[in-house]
């Protein structure tokens, strides 16, 4: 791939389903490629890099146009460009994924242009700390993924996170952890030390897996877990993820 170019999946409308920034408009950058392999993970598309990057023709309408991937930053600008009124439409591109930050030469050069338009909020993984480090003064708000093992069925990157918190601390919005009653509380209680140790004004996003609160007990678990972060951090919210609830993309 050329170094200024990049395999994107798709550029949609939809509303942001995860997190402190639920149900603000957004449009959305889904990049190919992952570092990691979650077991739960709903966007398989996005680890392998094939295939033309499908935009969406009218916002909201889920109906795709395909352009030939990789897509240049010129190329993808005039695409953004030709959103009708971004600016009070979105609240803010989102890079998404796959893992963005795999592209992070691509969006060197990619980010001071397009926040001419939109400003930027990335969701990541946040096991990639040396790249997120460089491009933070063009990030306006972080995401934070922490892939808990007894979620993603894979070990956790425990050193990576901690790099990356420390990394990303300015701009972070928040964490999140998918949650489900595979959670050991040795795991639970190592998540919210890591976040303790580097800012107790952290925001923890608690994120059952997608139809496991109808599961006996799990409910009441979510509530204790709750109680238990917010002894050391100052908030710990439960959120579903609510484009999946809605059915949209
Ligand atoms: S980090 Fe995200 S995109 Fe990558 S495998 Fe896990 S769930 Fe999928």
Not at 175 to 188: H, I, M, R, S, T
């Amino acid at each position: 791939m050329h170094p200024l170019a990049a395999h994107v999946v798709e550029l949609f409308s939809s509303i942001q389903g995860e997190g402190l920034l639920a149900g603000e408009p957004q449009l959305f950058l889904r990049f190919y490629g992952c570092n990691l392999a979650c077991n739960y993970c709903d966007t398989e598309a996005a680890r392998t890099p094939t295939g033309p990057c499908r935009v969406e023709i009218i916002p909201g309408s889920g109906e795709f146009s395909e352009r030939p991937n990789p897509l240049s930053v010129e190329e993808l600008i005039a695409l953004i460009r030709t959103e009708p009124e971004p600016a009070r439409r979105y609240h803010s591109l989102a890079l998404t994924g796959g893992e963005p930050l795999l592209h992070h030469r691509f969006l060197a050069a990619f980010l001071p242009a397009v926040r001419e338009i939109l400003p930027v909020f990335l969701e990541t993984n946040g096991t990639l700390a040396a790249e997120v480090a460089a491009l933070l003064p063009q990030l306006n708000w972080i995401s934070m993924d922490v892939k808990l093992e007894s979620a993603t069925g894979k070990p956790t990157d425990w050193d990576g996170h901690r790099r990356f918190l420390r990394a990303a601390h300015e701009k972070l919005l928040c964490v999140k952890a998918a949650v489900g009653p595979a959670l050991q509380d040795a795991e639970f209680s190592r998540l919210v030390d890591l976040m303790a140790e580097t800012d107790a004004g952290l925001a923890l996003i608690l994120q059952p897996v997608h139809g496991t609160w109808e599961m006996p007990g799990w409910r009441e678990r979510l509530f204790s877990l709750q109680g238990e972060a917010r002894g050391r951090l100052r908030t710990v919210r439960i959120l579903p993820q609510i484009h999946k609830l809605l059915k949209m993309l």
